[in-house]
Structures are given as structure tokens and as C-alpha cells.
């Protein structure tokens, strides 16, 4: 699993956008006491069902996989000469 420079920002911002997601597929927001790792998960599953991303192996569901998941599908969203992916 090969490291992205900006991973941790990458995630904030497929997080956002993720949220931003299952607002508009009529989900409430969470509230801040979920944990991250929660939300992690939420938005992931989120995205498979929808099919936005392709799941993980069930062996592999785990939360640095998802994670590297999520900042997958967000890199491929981002325009190529944006600042988080240079």
C-alpha cells in the first residue's frame, strides 16, 4: 500500500466530501463525539453501496485500509495539478 505525500489532508478532504455525499443521499450528519474511525467507516461503506469505490476483501476491511480507500477515491476526483496532490 504505497503512501500518498499529503494522506492525512487527502483524508480530511474525502471525508468532507464524503459527508457532503450522504447529505445529499438524504443521511444525517454525525455529530462530533463519533470517532473517527466511525466515520471512516461510514463514509466507506457509504461509497461501496453506492458504488463509488470498489470494496475491500472482507479480510482486509480494516481501518488503515479503508482509509487508503478513501484517499484513492478522492485523489482520483481532485483535478491533477491540485495542491494536495503534488
Not at 468532507?16 to 474511525?37: C, H, I, M, N
Not at 463509488?52 to 479480510?59: C, E, G, M, S, W
Not at 484517499?71 to 495542491?83: A, F, G, N, Q, T
Amino acid at each position: 500500500m504505497k503512501k500518498h505525500k499529503n494522506e492525512a489532508k487527502l483524508l480530511k478532504k474525502a471525508l468532507e466530501l464524503g459527508f457532503a455525499f450522504a447529505k445529499k443521499q438524504g443521511f444525517a450528519d454525525l455529530d462530533k463525539s463519533v470517532p473517527s474511525t466511525d466515520r471512516v467507516e461510514c463514509i466507506y461503506r457509504l461509497l461501496v453501496q453506492a458504488k463509488q469505490i470498489t470494496p475491500l476483501a472482507v479480510d482486509q476491511e480494516d481501518g488503515p485500509n479503508m482509509k487508503h480507500k478513501l484517499v484513492l477515491w478522492i485523489s482520483r476526483l481532485l483535478p491533477p495539478d491540485h495542491e494536495l496532490l503534488k
